[in-house]
């Protein structure tokens, strides 16, 4: 059962199916009636970490990104930042109990920054790339106002940001 979200090229048929690239759908479209509400953001947070392993299949990161970033919820947040910070972590360790896969920074720092912006905060999605031992290592989180979020501080410096800034 789809979800016409009224604009053509625009329409999600299933939580992790995009049916156009050519217009940027409103992947949360579906979720926002649950994001003033703690439960229903913990909620929509386990449903974006579940729909993603479908969607990073079907495009590269900074087209995910852009169909993630949806400021749709801009002006007046939804929800106190610390508390959509709290609802995260809480639906993070729903998600490890029920065994949510591919549990890795990517997946966590993705579902953390759409919730983020849909809610309506002024977050930044960011993948730090080092040298660890013989190999190289990366790491993906969110940041908000320059520190990260729900993360130990990188070990490297950022190499990606996404929105990008006038200082990248």
Known sequence: M???????????????????????????????????????????????????????????????LEHLDDRG?????????????????????????????????LYRALARFALLRATGHDVRFAIAIGRSAPEVAAHAGVEHEGRPLLEPPPRWAATFRWPRSERD
């Open 2 to 64: 789809g979800h016409d979200v009224g604009l053509p090229a625009r329409r999600l048929v299933a939580p992790g199916d995009l049916v156009s690239d050519q217009v940027r759908p409103a992947v949360l479209a579906w979720l926002r009636p649950l994001l003033r509400t703690r439960l229903g953001r913990r909620g929509a947070y386990l449903a974006v970490r579940a729909a993603l392993r479908g969607w990073f299949d079907r495009m590269p990161l900074d087209r995910l």
């Open 73 to 105: 919820a801009a002006g007046a947040p939804l929800a106190p930042f610390d508390e959509v910070v709290e609802d995260i972590a809480r639906a993070e360790t729903m998600a490890r109990r029920l065994r949510l896969r591919p549990e890795s920074c």
